[in-house]
């Protein structure tokens, strides 16, 4: 479980704060999702839990372990991360989840890192593209890939900044679909970012909005409303259902 407790941040002790006592927990296998304007604090808020970015104050716990004690490569053992600008190299799927083992093993790979990475490839159905250069293939493609070196880490908690961004329709579908498999198969918890709101309601269960450097609200679908979207994004929204199911619709 994490769990984050009064966090705050700020760039200097005369900057305004950036994070701004942020508290929120999210267990293990449950899909949080993260929204809120850009400039609102979600980085940050990734960096610190990420520990790219040392928060001024608060506490970071993970299975109740301090995260803000750990080293880089402790924390990358528990934590994985999945970013929206994804970078490879000219290396094949195969090494390139590989990478993901790193926390893991000292200057070379052993036994258990190659069973680890086969076996993800395997799960993930891109066992057939082991051989293949990472930068032949297509966004949907590359975007699994990302997962995978991801989950090689073996993490109990996986990040993802807008994880669908700049992908078609269906790699969006496809990725969703993953993301969703991954958290239960393997009680992953996931916290991700999504610009798209009708994405959020179909692949989280919790909601953290964020504005101003705070969580302004967070609850499950049902707190999804009309008036909290006006007051995180300035925009009006009609909430219906269509066939069972919410729909978000700009005005």
């Given at each position: 479980?994490?769990?984050?407790?009064?966090?705050t941040?700020?760039?200097?002790s005369q900057?305004?704060?950036v994070?701004?006592?942020v508290s929120?927990?999210?267990?293990g296998?449950?899909?949080g999702?993260?929204l809120?304007k850009?400039?609102?604090?979600?980085?940050t808020?990734?960096k610190?839990?990420?520990?790219i970015?040392?928060?001024s104050s608060g506490?970071?716990l993970?299975?109740?372990e301090?995260?803000?004690?750990?080293?880089?490569?402790e924390r990358?053992k528990?934590?994985?991360?999945?970013?929206q600008d994804?970078?490879?190299?000219?290396?094949?799927v195969y090494?390139?989840?590989?990478t993901g083992?790193?926390a893991?093993f000292?200057?070379?790979?052993g036994?258990?890192?190659?069973?680890?990475?086969?076996?993800v490839?395997e799960d993930?159905g891109?066992?057939g593209?082991?051989?293949r250069n990472?930068e032949?293939?297509?966004?949907?493609e590359?975007q699994?890939?990302a997962?995978a070196?991801?989950?090689?880490q073996?993490?109990?908690?996986?990040i993802?900044?807008?994880p669908t961004?700049?992908?078609d329709?269906?790699n969006e579908?496809?990725?969703?679909?993953?993301i969703?498999r991954?958290a239960k198969e393997?009680?992953?918890?996931?916290?991700?970012?999504?610009h798209?709101l009708?994405?959020?309601l179909?692949?989280?269960?919790h909601f953290?909005?964020m504005k101003?450097?705070?969580?302004?609200?967070?609850?499950?679908a049902?707190?999804i409303?009309e008036?909290v979207i006006?007051d995180?994004?300035?925009?009006d929204?009609?909430i219906m259902?269509?066939?069972?199911?919410r729909v978000?619709?700009?005005?």
């Amino acid at each position: 479980m994490l769990e984050i407790k009064d966090l705050t941040f700020r760039y200097s002790s005369q900057a305004p704060s950036v994070l701004d006592g942020v508290s929120l927990t999210l267990p293990g296998g449950e899909i949080g999702i993260l929204l809120g304007k850009n400039g609102s604090g979600k980085t940050t808020l990734f960096k610190t839990v990420l520990g790219i970015e040392k928060p001024s104050s608060g506490s970071l716990l993970f299975g109740g372990e301090d995260l803000l004690k750990m080293s880089r490569r402790e924390r990358a053992k528990r934590i994985a991360y999945v970013p929206q600008d994804i970078c490879f190299g000219a290396l094949s799927v195969y090494d390139t989840v590989l990478t993901g083992r790193i926390a893991h093993f000292g200057l070379a790979s052993g036994k258990e890192d190659e069973a680890v990475t086969e076996r993800v490839l395997e799960d993930m159905g891109l066992a057939g593209f082991a051989g293949r250069n990472v930068e032949e293939l297509s966004g949907g493609e590359r975007q699994k890939i990302a997962i995978a070196r991801a989950l090689a880490q073996e993490p109990k908690l996986l990040i993802f900044d807008e994880p669908t961004a700049n992908l078609d329709i269906a790699n969006e579908q496809l990725i969703l679909s993953e993301i969703r498999r991954v958290a239960k198969e393997k009680h992953i918890a996931v916290l991700t970012s999504l610009h798209d709101l009708n994405e959020a309601l179909a692949l989280g269960e919790h909601f953290f909005f964020m504005k101003a450097g705070k969580i302004a609200y967070e609850g499950g679908a049902e707190m999804i409303t009309e008036n909290v979207i006006r007051d995180i994004f300035d925009a009006d929204v009609r909430i219906m259902d269509i066939e069972k199911k919410r729909v978000i619709i700009k005005e």
